[in-house]
């Protein structure tokens, strides 16, 4: 088997404030295995940027990561000084943003900002440099990329520009991209075009990818496993396939019960009741039970970890039920 290229172990983020200390991450674990794409869903709040930007080491102050290990390719890089973990970011780890132009700097082409990245981290001249901007460009999907290298960011459009960031996420080969909400700007057909090129790349450079959205049908179109997130923890965790189908947490039930299918006829989608926890406000227990349709006692009281549910993982006290009912069928 493949060693994992990423591993998130038990990572937890904390927030200090005047009124105490707010818990954003909670016991987060996780692996991404080269040529893999990891899909992170869930609603706003949920934790998916924040556990993006802990791995990148772009954590917002006040922000900090409490405890917990970040490791890439078996190397932990959560405890590195700022000046270390900038070299691996770019180098290592790529990072797609959900607006581009704020990953864009209006004053400069973007041959300069392509080829500025690439002499930072790759040791290749001017002349190559601009070679290598020039082949990203094209690789993305840019036409004229040699006249549009010396253009400004203004001068693309919006999927344009997207593609254009992507380049800069690939121009030193990293083995990592941590692609936070790339697609949400940006209209359904270029939407579509983004996530072939990441599929692509994905194939080509045997890149791994965490893929955060709050979209289904992205997750269902890009991703080889999704995890569920809710509350700062994840709520489960598999193969897309079997966690779309088969969902084993009733949140993940809840949010697939209320995408519309197109060969079903009803007059109302599903929906859950309630909404996601202020992080000051996390009730005791399983944080889902306030909005749970199959709450019951335990779940008020115990939080429970993730358990085995087939090819998934869940955050589950009904999983426990029914593995406990299992066994005593077994005896």
């Known amino acids: 088997m493949t060693s994992p290229l990423l591993e998130v172990r038990h990572l937890r983020v904390e927030f200090p404030t005047r009124q105490g200390t707010l818990l954003a991450l909670d016991d987060i674990n996780f692996e991404i295995a080269p040529g893999e794409i990891l899909g992170v869903v869930g609603e706003s709040g949920a934790g998916k940027s924040l556990t993006g930007a802990s791995i990148i080491g772009l954590l917002d102050p006040p922000g900090r990561i409490a405890s917990g290990e970040i490791l890439l390719e078996g190397r932990r890089i959560d405890n590195l000084p700022y000046d270390e973990m900038r070299k691996i970011r770019g180098r290592k780890i790529g990072a797609i943003f959900q607006d581009p132009l704020t990953s864009l700097n209006p004053l400069y082409t973007i041959g300069r900002q392509l080829t500025e990245t690439i002499t930072t981290h790759l040791d290749l001249s001017e002349s190559q440099a601009r070679k290598r901007a020039i082949e990203l460009l094209e690789q993305t999907g840019i036409p004229a990329a040699e006249q549009r290298i010396d253009q400004y960011p203004h001068q693309f459009s919006g999927g344009m520009r997207q593609r254009v960031v992507i380049a800069l996420a690939l121009a030193?080969?990293?083995?990592?991209?941590?692609?936070?909400?790339?697609?949400?700007?940006?209209?359904?057909?270029?939407?579509?075009?983004?996530?072939?090129?990441?599929?692509?790349?994905?194939?080509?450079?045997?890149?791994?990818?965490?893929?955060?959205?709050?979209?289904?049908?992205?997750?269902?179109?890009?991703?080889?496993?999704?995890?569920?997130?809710?509350?700062?923890?994840?709520?489960?965790?598999?193969?897309?396939?079997?966690?779309?189908?088969?969902?084993?947490?009733?949140?993940?039930?809840?949010?697939?019960?209320?995408?519309?299918?197109?060969?079903?006829?009803?007059?109302?989608?599903?929906?859950?009741d309630g909404s996601m926890p202020r992080l000051n406000a996390i009730p005791q227990g399983c944080a889902f039970n306030p909005r749970c349709p199959k709450v019951y006692e335990r779940c008020r009281q115990e939080r429970p970890e993730l358990i085995e549910a087939g090819s998934t993982r869940a955050a589950c006290w009904l999983l426990a039920g029914q593995a406990q009912a299992q066994k005593e069928q077994a005896l």
């Open 172 to 272: 030193a080969s990293p083995k990592l991209i941590v692609a936070d909400e790339p697609t949400t700007a940006l209209d359904v057909s270029i939407q579509a075009q983004i996530i072939s090129l990441l599929k692509k790349i994905c194939k080509e450079q045997g890149a791994a990818v965490m893929l955060v959205t709050h979209d289904m049908g992205v997750i269902a179109e890009t991703c080889d496993r999704v995890a569920v997130m809710y509350a700062g923890r994840v709520a489960e965790i598999g193969p897309v396939h079997d966690v779309i189908h088969k969902p084993s947490h009733p949140y993940t039930a809840g949010l697939m019960g209320s995408i519309p299918a197109m060969d079903e006829d009803r007059e109302r989608l599903l929906q859950i």
